[in-house]
Protein backbone atom coordinates (compact mmCIF):
# COMPACT_ATOMS: atom_id res chain seq x y z
CA UNK A 1 0.00 0.00 0.00
CA UNK A 2 1.50 3.49 -1.22
CA UNK A 3 2.16 6.41 1.39
CA UNK A 4 1.46 3.73 4.33
CA UNK A 5 3.22 1.72 6.59
CA UNK A 6 1.44 -1.10 6.32
CA UNK A 7 1.44 -1.96 9.61
CA UNK A 8 -2.00 -3.10 11.17
CA UNK A 9 -1.55 -1.47 14.99
CA UNK A 10 0.90 1.64 13.69
CA UNK A 11 3.16 1.41 16.41
CA UNK A 12 5.65 4.45 16.91
CA UNK A 13 7.49 3.14 14.40
CA UNK A 14 10.35 4.15 11.94
CA UNK A 15 8.35 6.43 10.31
CA UNK A 16 7.72 8.63 13.61
CA UNK A 17 11.65 8.51 14.24
CA UNK A 18 12.25 10.06 10.53
CA UNK A 19 9.46 12.72 11.10
CA UNK A 20 10.79 13.72 14.56
CA UNK A 21 14.24 13.98 13.30
CA UNK A 22 13.32 16.57 10.60
CA UNK A 23 10.95 18.31 12.50
CA UNK A 24 12.66 18.47 15.75
CA UNK A 25 16.23 19.16 14.54
CA UNK A 26 17.35 15.73 16.05
CA UNK A 27 15.39 16.11 19.49
CA UNK A 28 12.37 13.57 20.26
CA UNK A 29 9.24 16.11 19.90
CA UNK A 30 6.11 14.06 20.67
CA UNK A 31 5.56 13.12 17.58
CA UNK A 32 2.90 10.08 16.87
CA UNK A 33 1.36 8.80 13.21
CA UNK A 34 -2.52 7.41 11.92
CA UNK A 35 -3.83 6.24 9.67
CA UNK A 36 -7.57 6.36 8.49
CA UNK A 37 -9.48 4.14 6.71
CA UNK A 38 -12.45 4.75 4.16
CA UNK A 39 -13.70 1.56 4.33
CA UNK A 40 -14.99 0.78 7.43
CA UNK A 41 -14.44 4.47 8.90
CA UNK A 42 -11.67 2.85 10.84
CA UNK A 43 -8.92 4.87 12.53
CA UNK A 44 -5.64 3.43 13.95
CA UNK A 45 -3.33 5.70 16.22
CA UNK A 46 0.22 5.28 17.41
CA UNK A 47 0.87 4.84 21.18
CA UNK A 48 1.93 8.42 21.34
CA UNK A 49 -1.42 10.15 20.14
CA UNK A 50 -3.21 8.15 22.62
CA UNK A 51 -0.94 9.54 25.34
CA UNK A 52 -1.29 12.97 23.61
CA UNK A 53 -5.19 12.77 24.08
CA UNK A 54 -4.48 11.63 27.33
CA UNK A 55 -5.14 7.55 27.11
CA UNK A 56 -2.79 4.20 27.47
CA UNK A 57 -2.19 2.36 24.59
CA UNK A 58 -4.76 0.35 23.71
CA UNK A 59 -7.14 1.82 26.32
CA UNK A 60 -9.86 2.92 23.86
CA UNK A 61 -10.28 2.85 19.63
CA UNK A 62 -9.98 6.23 18.01
CA UNK A 63 -13.50 7.09 16.31
CA UNK A 64 -14.26 10.41 14.92
CA UNK A 65 -16.66 11.14 17.22
CA UNK A 66 -13.85 10.62 20.13
CA UNK A 67 -11.33 12.62 18.29
CA UNK A 68 -13.97 15.70 17.68
CA UNK A 69 -14.80 15.53 21.73
CA UNK A 70 -11.02 16.42 22.27
CA UNK A 71 -10.75 19.35 20.24
CA UNK A 72 -10.71 22.64 22.26
CA UNK A 73 -14.82 24.37 22.30
CA UNK A 74 -12.95 27.50 20.04
CA UNK A 75 -11.44 24.95 17.14
CA UNK A 76 -14.23 22.64 16.78
CA UNK A 77 -15.41 24.07 13.58
CA UNK A 78 -12.01 24.42 11.92
CA UNK A 79 -11.04 20.67 13.02
CA UNK A 80 -14.94 19.10 11.65
CA UNK A 81 -13.75 20.82 8.79
CA UNK A 82 -10.54 19.12 8.67
CA UNK A 83 -11.64 15.35 9.95
CA UNK A 84 -13.97 15.73 6.68
CA UNK A 85 -11.10 16.02 4.27
CA UNK A 86 -9.65 13.13 6.21
CA UNK A 87 -12.87 10.75 5.75
CA UNK A 88 -12.69 11.64 1.74
CA UNK A 89 -9.03 11.27 1.70
CA UNK A 90 -7.67 14.56 0.97
CA UNK A 91 -4.44 16.10 1.92
CA UNK A 92 -4.61 18.30 4.87
CA UNK A 93 -2.47 20.03 7.39
CA UNK A 94 -3.49 21.82 10.80
CA UNK A 95 -2.78 23.27 13.89
CA UNK A 96 -5.03 23.63 16.77
CA UNK A 97 -5.50 22.64 20.20
CA UNK A 98 -6.35 19.46 21.89
CA UNK A 99 -7.60 18.46 25.30
CA UNK A 100 -7.07 15.92 26.96
CA UNK A 101 -8.66 13.29 29.78
CA UNK A 102 -6.93 15.62 32.73
CA UNK A 103 -8.18 18.80 31.18
CA UNK A 104 -4.62 19.80 30.14
CA UNK A 105 -4.90 21.56 26.85
CA UNK A 106 -1.69 20.77 23.87
CA UNK A 107 -1.39 22.69 20.65
CA UNK A 108 -0.83 20.06 17.92
CA UNK A 109 0.62 20.39 14.60
CA UNK A 110 -1.15 17.50 12.21
CA UNK A 111 -0.25 16.66 8.68
CA UNK A 112 -1.99 14.34 6.51
CA UNK A 113 -2.22 13.12 3.17
CA UNK A 114 -3.70 10.33 1.02
CA UNK A 115 -3.19 6.88 1.15
CA UNK A 116 -3.55 4.52 -1.84
CA UNK A 117 -3.40 0.66 -2.69
CA UNK A 118 -0.93 -0.72 -4.98
CA UNK A 119 -3.41 0.11 -7.79
CA UNK A 120 -3.36 4.07 -7.09
CA UNK A 121 -6.72 4.21 -5.47
CA UNK A 122 -7.42 6.24 -2.77
CA UNK A 123 -8.02 3.80 0.60
CA UNK A 124 -8.09 6.64 3.32
CA UNK A 125 -5.68 9.05 4.72
CA UNK A 126 -2.34 8.96 6.77
CA UNK A 127 -0.42 11.59 8.36
CA UNK A 128 1.07 12.83 11.82
CA UNK A 129 0.81 14.44 14.63
CA UNK A 130 3.09 16.54 16.35
CA UNK A 131 2.47 17.83 20.37
CA UNK A 132 4.16 21.38 19.87
CA UNK A 133 2.97 22.43 23.43
CA UNK A 134 6.65 22.32 24.92
CA UNK A 135 8.20 24.12 22.94
CA UNK A 136 4.94 27.00 22.54
CA UNK A 137 5.11 27.47 26.11
CA UNK A 138 8.53 28.24 25.88
CA UNK A 139 8.54 30.63 23.24
CA UNK A 140 5.56 32.50 25.24
CA UNK A 141 7.34 33.14 27.85
CA UNK A 142 10.33 34.07 26.57
CA UNK A 143 8.48 36.59 24.80
CA UNK A 144 6.46 37.56 27.47
CA UNK A 145 9.29 38.26 29.68
CA UNK A 146 11.22 39.97 26.74
CA UNK A 147 8.10 42.71 26.22
CA UNK A 148 7.48 43.01 30.30
CA UNK A 149 11.42 44.00 30.88
CA UNK A 150 11.17 46.26 27.90
CA UNK A 151 8.02 47.89 28.95
CA UNK A 152 9.57 48.54 32.28
CA UNK A 153 12.76 49.87 30.78
CA UNK A 154 10.58 52.31 28.76
CA UNK A 155 8.50 52.65 31.22
CA UNK A 156 11.65 53.90 33.98
CA UNK A 157 12.79 56.22 30.83
CA UNK A 158 9.02 57.59 30.55
CA UNK A 159 9.41 58.53 34.36
CA UNK A 160 12.33 60.27 34.12
CA UNK A 161 11.19 61.95 31.36
CA UNK A 162 8.15 63.39 32.69
CA UNK A 163 9.73 64.81 35.96
CA UNK A 164 12.71 66.22 34.49
CA UNK A 165 10.36 68.40 31.46
CA UNK A 166 7.26 68.46 33.73
CA UNK A 167 5.16 66.72 30.96
CA UNK A 168 2.51 63.62 30.62
CA UNK A 169 2.80 60.23 29.81
CA UNK A 170 2.10 60.45 26.46
CA UNK A 171 4.37 63.40 25.77
CA UNK A 172 7.56 61.47 27.21
CA UNK A 173 6.58 58.35 24.85
CA UNK A 174 6.58 60.92 21.63
CA UNK A 175 10.54 62.31 22.72
CA UNK A 176 11.15 58.76 23.24
CA UNK A 177 9.58 57.68 19.92
CA UNK A 178 11.12 60.15 18.16
CA UNK A 179 14.81 59.78 19.64
CA UNK A 180 13.99 56.01 18.34
CA UNK A 181 13.38 57.01 15.29
CA UNK A 182 16.16 59.67 14.58
CA UNK A 183 18.42 56.83 16.13
CA UNK A 184 17.12 54.38 14.03
CA UNK A 185 16.85 51.53 16.83
CA UNK A 186 14.51 50.25 18.80
CA UNK A 187 12.76 52.26 21.45
CA UNK A 188 13.76 49.96 24.24
CA UNK A 189 17.48 50.21 22.89
CA UNK A 190 17.13 53.96 22.76
CA UNK A 191 15.33 53.50 26.49
CA UNK A 192 18.12 51.32 27.90
CA UNK A 193 20.75 53.43 26.65
CA UNK A 194 18.98 56.64 28.06
CA UNK A 195 18.93 54.94 31.36
CA UNK A 196 22.56 53.55 31.42
CA UNK A 197 23.86 57.31 30.06
CA UNK A 198 22.22 58.61 33.68
CA UNK A 199 23.05 56.06 35.41
CA UNK A 200 26.84 56.59 34.54
CA UNK A 201 26.83 60.47 34.53
CA UNK A 202 24.71 60.52 37.88
CA UNK A 203 22.61 63.06 38.88
CA UNK A 204 24.09 66.63 40.64
CA UNK A 205 24.53 66.56 44.07
CA UNK A 206 21.39 69.43 44.85
CA UNK A 207 19.40 67.50 42.73
CA UNK A 208 20.15 64.18 44.95
CA UNK A 209 19.50 66.30 47.92
CA UNK A 210 16.14 67.54 46.59
CA UNK A 211 15.17 63.95 46.19
CA UNK A 212 16.18 63.15 49.78
CA UNK A 213 14.10 66.15 51.24
CA UNK A 214 11.05 65.36 49.03
CA UNK A 215 11.03 61.81 49.95
CA UNK A 216 11.00 62.51 53.50
CA UNK A 217 8.36 64.98 53.47
CA UNK A 218 6.62 62.64 51.73
CA UNK A 219 7.20 59.77 54.55
CA UNK A 220 6.46 62.79 57.10
CA UNK A 221 2.65 63.98 55.60
CA UNK A 222 1.74 60.13 55.45
CA UNK A 223 2.37 59.55 59.48
CA UNK A 224 1.01 62.87 60.07
Known sequence: MRGSTGTPGLEDDDKSWEVAAVLGG???????????????QRW???DTIARIHG??????QPTTDLLLSHKHPDDRAKVAEILHRVQAGGPFSSRHRIID?????????????????DSGEVVGTEGFYIDVTDGLQSDITTETSRILKSRSIIDQAKGLLMVAYGIDDARAFEVLKLSSQLAQVKLATVAR????????HGLPPETVRT????????????QK
Open 26 to 40: GSHPHVGTFQYFIDG
Open 44 to 46: VWS
Open 55 to 60: YQPGQV
Open 101 to 117: THGATHWVVVVGDQMMD
Open 193 to 200: QFLDAIRS
Open 211 to 222: IDRLLVQTRQSH
